[in-house]
């Protein structure tokens, strides 16, 4: 009976029950924590920090399996520089450090209460990386369990914030993906990528009907998913918002599959989460139901913040409704970023129906979007061309509400939104790669955003 790695377990198991009913699966710090986790972890665990110097989220991140990892975001250049403590256990912890996916080299910890300075690894040049930290040599007996508790990896030489980033919206995709020569949805994406530095793109967005309908072959499934694939293959996070034509409830040609089960077809998503799922999305931290992305939430770090994007089902249940509200209250140091598919129209105003859905755009707003001062962005889709409008939270908070439909069928437009957390200040615009095309009506800069650091 090896009690240590048992009751290991146990804590382990009902900590991340606990961050799970919060809806911030394994991304928490403390409730006194001065600064969220850097961490996202993997068969693991953030917990209270007991060695010395208490780190400034005063947790860490608690690995303890062969299969457990690490993983933060650092800006700077140099060797990777890892503060962590071991449970000695016939030997300490080994961990292997990887880079921008590249493995640099491994480090044992040699101490159960200083957090030290462990370099790792040949310097990198100057960026923002993403680095991992992994347990490699795991070991336990029924009198020891042999653990790491990984407090910090940050670069050697410290870069400086680039207080300016940008991400990107997709608007309705449904007229782009009808035949297989249509090439508009994946020139887009590959105009993206392209661009990427000089964007600064740190996440891509879409506010759903990616397709229009479903048929036997899933054929436009089939396109989607390929112009996706440009953004996977240069891992940018990103995320889709659930369309009624997403679902079972459009059937072909557009019009509904079965006229009589429409509000039970609207929540069949089965098809769309067979062709898009949290591992493709890279950066999903949570669901409402697993093995669905209809509400799930992504997480990145950009501009010296921390955002969230939150992708909330159309005309949403209750209960996802709630969902997200625990999501955004458990995560209060996080800039959030609203997407779903029906919120606005075409002149800027909240939509009131929930059609065959189960609650109001009205009921959203009400209910979720005004009601907590993190949330900084919505973006939907669905009807109109495309519009804005602002609102004013329960917390004073400005709300800054985006509509980007289109239904184009000759180009392919994206919203591009440029924030700059040093000036407090977003602009935005929506550009057509397609045929080189600015949709200059629709700039629009604001000041005074209110990033929550």
């Known amino acids: 009976m090896r009690i240590s790695r048992s009751r290991s377990r146990l804590v382990a198991t009902v900590a991340a029950t606990v961050v799970a009913v919060a809806g911030g699966v394994f991304t928490g710090a403390t409730a006194n924590a001065a600064e969220p986790s850097p961490f996202t972890v993997v068969e693991g665990a953030i917990r209270t920090a007991t060695g010395t110097p208490v780190p400034a989220s005063g947790t860490h991140a608690s690995l303890w399996g062969n299969s457990s990892y690490a993983t933060t975001t650092s800006t700077g250049s140099g060797r990777v520089l890892i503060g962590a403590i071991g449970d000695y256990c016939e030997g300490w912890p080994t961990v292997r450090v990887t880079v921008d996916g590249v493995s640099v080299g491994q480090t044992t910890i040699v101490s159960a209460t200083s957090y030290g300075t462990y370099p790792v690894g040949a310097a990198v040049d100057a960026g923002q990386h993403t680095v991992r930290v992994q347990l490699v040599n795991d070991f336990r007996t029924d009198a020891c369990d042999r653990n790491v508790h990984i407090a910090y990896a940050r670069m050697e030489t410290a870069g400086a914030t680039d207080t300016k980033f940008s991400f990107a919206v997709l608007p309705d995709t449904q007229q782009e993906v009808l035949n297989s020569g249509d090439t508009r949805f994946r020139n887009r994406t590959n105009w993206l990528v392209q661009n990427r530095s000089a964007l600064d793109l740190r996440f891509v967005t879409h506010s759903g009907d990616v397709v229009n309908w479903d048929t036997p072959d899933h054929s436009q499934y089939v396109i989607a998913r390929d112009a996706m694939r440009p953004i996977e293959t240069a891992a940018i996070p990103y995320s889709l918002a659930i369309g009624n034509h997403d679902t079972q409830a459009t059937g ?108 109001s755009p009205q009921y959203l707003f009400d209910n979720l979007i005004k009601q907590y001062a993190n949330i900084r962005f919505v973006f939907s889709g669905h009807v109109g061309v495309a519009a804005n409008r602002v609102d004013t939270g329960v917390n004073g908070n400005k709300i800054y509400s985006f509509l980007q439909t289109f239904h184009s069928n000759t180009t392919n437009p994206v919203r591009l939104v440029e924030v700059d957390t040093a000036a407090n200040s977003l602009r935005t615009w929506i550009y057509a790669p397609y045929t080189n095309q600015s949709f200059t009506e629709y700039d629009r800069s604001f000041t005074g955003v209110g990033v929550v650091r």
Not at 273 to 300: C, H, I, L, M, P
Not at 337 to 357: L, P
Request: hydrophobic residues 40%; charged residues 20%.
């Open 252 to 359: 072909v040609g557009g019009s509904a599959r079965d006229p009589a089960h429409t509000r039970e077809l609207v929540r069949d998503t089965t098809v769309f989460n067979q062709y898009f799922t949290a591992g493709q999305y890279r950066a999903v931290k949570g669901q409402f139901e697993a093995g669905k992305v209809d509400n799930s939430y992504s997480t990145f770090a950009a501009g010296g913040a921390q955002w969230l994007v939150l992708t909330v089902e159309l005309w949403p249940r209750v209960e996802a409704v709630n969902w997200a509200k625990n999501v955004v209250a458990a995560n209060p140091r996080h800039n959030v970023i609203v997407v779903t598919h029906d919120y606005i129209d075409g002149n800027g105003a909240i939509e009131q129906s929930a059609s065959y859905g189960a609650t």
